[in-house]
């Protein structure tokens, strides 16, 4: 009996004094931009797409967006806010009025985030077409450049809606940067 006790005590000795010398695992818990609420931030973003849907009518075929994107940390990791550019497509201009919300996070080393816009684009030409709505889903990889400079790589589907139903989809590469204004 005692022989068992003493190796008890040995064994939980032995396993407090190691467990202190333990390191947190970065893989969890940690955040995209070292802190929880990222705070005000300016993510520009040129997009690049291709057609899928009906490639025989305007507006259809290839899509050069430069969208700018003023942000605020909503939550943990969680941010939203309003974007506005210009679109160029085969058949003319529009210029997208949106929302922006991103879920940032950190696998291991890897600074990832999951973004969804929704809004309208509105027609510049004086046509009968009026607006679009748009919604936008994608993902995309950050790579830190300096202390409040980051750039970004996503990529995504772009959904145009129209009246009736009808919709123009685009498969976009999303290059950009993101700029933190108050990161300490």
Do not use: W
Not at 10 to 20: E, R
Not at 121 to 141: C, E, I, R, Y
Request: charged share 15%; aromatic share 14%.
């Amino acid at each position: 009996m005692k022989k068992v006790i003493s190796f008890s005590l040995l064994v939980f000795m032995a396993s407090s004094s190691l467990s202190y010398g333990q390191t947190k695992n970065s893989s969890t818990g940690s955040y995209a931009f070292g802190n929880s609420k990222p705070g005000l931030m300016n993510i520009t973003e040129l997009n690049f797409g291709i057609g899928l849907y009906r490639l025989e009518r305007d507006f259809s075929k290839r899509i050069f967006n430069l969208t700018s994107i003023c942000s605020i940390g909503l939550a943990r990791n969680f941010s939203g806010g309003i974007g506005v550019g210009v679109s160029l497509y085969d058949g003319g201009t529009l210029v997208p009025l949106f929302a922006d919300f991103r879920y940032f996070t950190k696998i291991r080393k890897a600074r990832i985030f999951i973004f969804g816009d929704g809004g309208i684009l509105l027609n510049s030409a004086n046509t009968t077409n009026g607006f679009k709505f748009l919604v936008s889903p994608g993902a995309g990889v950050i790579f830190p450049v300096g202390n409040k400079l980051s750039l970004s790589l996503g990529a995504g589907l772009v959904t145009q809606l129209m009246k009736g139903f009808d919709h123009d989809s685009f498969v976009i590469i999303k290059p950009g940067m993101i700029y933190l204004f108050n990161k300490n």
